[in-house]
T-cell receptor
Framework: KQEVTQIPAALSVPEGENLVLNCSFT??????LQWFRQDPGKGLTSLLL?????REQTSGRLNASLDKSSGRSTLYIAASQPGDSATYLC??????????????FGEGTQLTVNP | DAGVTQSPTHLIKTRGQQVTLRCSPK?????VSWYQQALGQGPQFIFQ???????QRGNFPDRFSGHQFPNYSSELNVNALLLGDSALYLC?????????????FGPGTRLTVT
């Protein structure tokens, strides 16, 4: 059974800082990993999808890396802004076709960027 | 291009009642998955529908059932509601049931059981 841990659970930083969010997972047999953000009481917004064959994926100020063999992914946010304040969730997806689409989530990292 | 939509936004029910939640997938998507998110937790997978059939199921009791219609929209039904069923219910859609494509989530339905 896949288990996902995200560290830290909460993070508060001043505006402009570069920061790293960590995600670890117990079963390295994944097909890909998706990062999401969630604003309070809202749905999930997809940020990045990184395939198991990739080591990095970038979108604007966001960069996600994946080390499948060690069961780790990181999300790097450059020049953080107050609008980045949200909970960030990572979700690895298994390789087995019978459970290929189900996402397993950790509890997320709650980020607060202070002006 | 409309994204994933869900209705209703909020719902209050009494313990023992039944509830139906609805989801319309993103245009061009044929696969719908449902997740339950308790307060302060990450979403938990309930089940996935493709070609009007339940294809995968998470660790949820039979009180949770669903349906997918020919237009790919979906319903989640929960019978005999318990206080512990209070949560945000999220619907996600994708172009295929395969693992290689991203899932897109709707805004969720907040269910409160009293």
């Amino acid at each position: 059974k896949q288990e996902v841990t995200q560290i830290p659970a909460a993070l508060s930083v001043p505006e402009g800082e570069n920061l790293v969010l960590n995600c670890s997972f117990t079963d390295s047999a994944i097909y890909n990993l998706q990062w999401f953000r969630q604003d309070p009481g809202k749905g999930l917004t997809s940020l990045l999808l990184i395939q198991s064959s990739q080591r990095e994926q970038t979108s604007g100020r966001l960069n996600a890396s994946l080390d499948k063999s060690s069961g780790r992914s990181t999300l790097y946010i450059a020049a953080s802004q107050p609008g980045d304040s949200a909970t960030y969730l990572c979700a690895p997806r298994p390789r087995k076709w019978t459970s290929g689409s189900r996402l397993t989530f950790g509890e997320g990292t709650q980020l607060t960027v202070n002006p | 291009d409309a994204g994933v939509t869900q209705s209703p936004t909020h719902l209050i029910k009494t313990r023992g009642q039944q509830v139906t939640l609805r989801c319309s997938p993103k245009s061009g998507h044929d696969t719908v998955s449902w997740y339950q998110q308790a307060l302060g937790q990450g979403p938990q997978f309930i089940f996935q529908y493709y070609e009007e059939e339940e294809r995968q199921r998470g660790n949820f009791p039979d009180r949770f059932s669903g349906h997918q219609f020919p237009n790919y929209s979906s319903e989640l039904n929960v019978n005999a509601l318990l206080l512990g069923d209070s949560a945000l219910y999220l619907c996600a859609s994708s172009q295929t049931p395969l693992a290689g494509v991203p899932q897109y989530f709707g805004p969720g339905t907040r269910l409160t059981v009293t």
